[in-house]
């Protein structure tokens, strides 16, 4: 970071994974927050990890996009930026970044969630967790955070490369059809919120940008009583080929850093559901540290505290 500027952090808030198969279990019962834990569930989270590699990359994927960003945004200007990154529900910890933050001397603080659809029911559990943070602490850190991101040329543009990019997997003569997909959440809980509004405002800049037989799916369904979003991804994979399509190609809208979510539901069980469809299958990447998806977090911050003053 340039000497004799005003130091100023930013916060990368991420879900968290965890970094071994020991470290499944207490990883799950983290994010269940109290609630049981079945045998069951956990059997079913260590196959999916095992699956993968044994761990999640999203904390090392995070951190080479807080490098990145904070290089981009070391570039110029008389304000010195440094990066750090926090997890809800494994370490590093919220709550222990912010004490880092503030052991280095920081005054202000640029949060970004990395998710581009907010949500009371999603991304709101990160502005509590700083909040604890803070009050924990007694640090005075004046933290920010960015607006709403989700239609930012720089995002669609990179969005849409990623898509031109797997429609290489299929031959143009192929009737494909492109589902966008989301993290499904409660009904109750998105009742009243922009959730749903956000994600129709990004696909539509993106479909704007071009021509896609495409809809709206999501994954990641919970259990419990109440009725989740839908339909469910995998449910509009296994019909497609009955609507006349040769192929799907899925993106993974609501995620922007891979983990679970994409390396598993996205590379082994949608793509075994479209081959058990007769289908052809591919993903778009996610943006992880995609140079364009950078550039917009550079500018944001940028504008964030421009606005501040």
């Known amino acids: 970071m340039p000497t004799g500027k005003k130091k100023i952090g930013v916060l990368l808030l991420a879900f968290g994974g965890a970094n071994s198969i020991e470290d499944v279990e207490p990883f799950i019962t983290n994010v ?38 904070e290089k981009v945004l070391n570039t110029e200007g008389s304000v010195g930026f440094k990066s750090y990154v926090g997890m809800r529900f494994w370490p590093p910890y919220i709550k222990d970044t912010i004490k880092e933050i503030a ?6 603080v640029i ?11 999603s991304t ?45 997997n299929f031959d143009p003569k192929d009737k494909v059809l492109t589902i966008f997909s989301a993290h ?19 696909i539509k800049a993106v479909t704007e940008k071009m021509e896609l037989d495409s809809c709206l799916a999501f994954q990641s369904k919970g259990g419990g009583p109440v009725p989740w979003l839908g339909p469910d991804a995998e449910d509009v994979i296994k019909g497609a080929r009955g609507e006349g399509y040769s192929g799907v190609l899925v993106v993974p809208l609501g995620f922007v850093s891979d983990h679970v979510e994409t390396l598993y539901d996205l590379d082994i069980l949608f793509k075994e559901t ?36």
């Open 184 to 202: 499904s959440l409660p009904v109750p809980a998105v009742k009243g919120d922009a959730y749903l509004p956000k994600i129709d405002e990004t």
């Open 274 to 309: 479209a081959e058990e469809a007769g289908l052809g299958y591919a993903r778009s990447a996610s943006l992880n540290t995609n140079e364009k998806f950078i550039a917009m977090l550079a500018e944001m911050v940028t504008l964030t505290l421009k606005d501040r003053d």
């Open 32 to 69: 269940l927050k109290g609630r049981v834990l079945t045998e069951e569930l956990l059997i079913k989270a260590k196959e999916r990890y095992n699956l993968i590699g044994g761990s999640s990359p999203l904390l090392a994927i995070t951190k080479d996009e807080a490098s990145a960003l």
């Open 124 to 168: 709101g559990g990160y502005l509590s967790a700083v909040q604890e943070g803070l009050e924990v602490s007694g640090d005075a850190l004046k933290v920010r955070y960015l607006p709403d991101w989700h239609t930012h040329p720089l995002l669609i543009e990179a969005i849409t490369d990623n898509i031109k990019e797997a429609q290489k």
């Open 103 to 108: 052991s280095d001397g920081i005054e202000e």
């Open 111 to 121: 949060g970004i969630i990395m998710a581009p659809h907010s949500s009371r029911a």
